[in-house]
């Protein structure tokens, strides 16, 4: 059974930056596709960024620049590095990975930007 754990989210200022974590364990295979969402109250879950099995990545415009999505291959390991965090990146952050053509999701992470 595969299993995400996500970590990292928290509680930070304007300005700072936060790494969130997704780590999938209870597959022999590694992880083909990867991406992080986020969801606000009242709002559709939407894609922040994501990075293929060969490492192409794509941002949704509001974090390019900010924001940096890497997977470490040998510890089936995604992660989110969000800088310059601005109180509109409020949200919960979900990771999403594809293992062997099927699609799971982390328990979601909490990111709260105080302005």
């Known amino acids: 059974q595969v299993q995400l754990a996500e970590s990292g989210g928290g509680l930070v200022q304007a300005g700072g930056s936060l790494r969130l974590s997704c780590a999938v364990s209870g597959s022999t295979f590694g992880i083909n596709a990867a991406g992080w969402h986020r969801q606000t109250p009242g709002n559709e879950r939407e894609l922040v960024a994501s990075?293929?099995?060969?490492?192409?990545?794509y941002y949704q415009f509001s974090v390019k620049g900010r924001f940096t999505i890497s997977r470490d291959n040998a510890k089936n390991t995604v992660y989110l590095q969000m800088d310059s965090l601005e109180p509109e990146d409020t949200a919960v952050y979900y990771c999403?990975?594809?293992?062997?053509?099927?699609?799971?999701w982390g328990q979601g992470t909490q990111v709260t930007v105080s302005s």
């Open positions: 999403n990975v594809v293992v062997r053509g099927e699609s799971y």
């Open positions: 990075i293929s099995s060969t490492g192409t990545t």
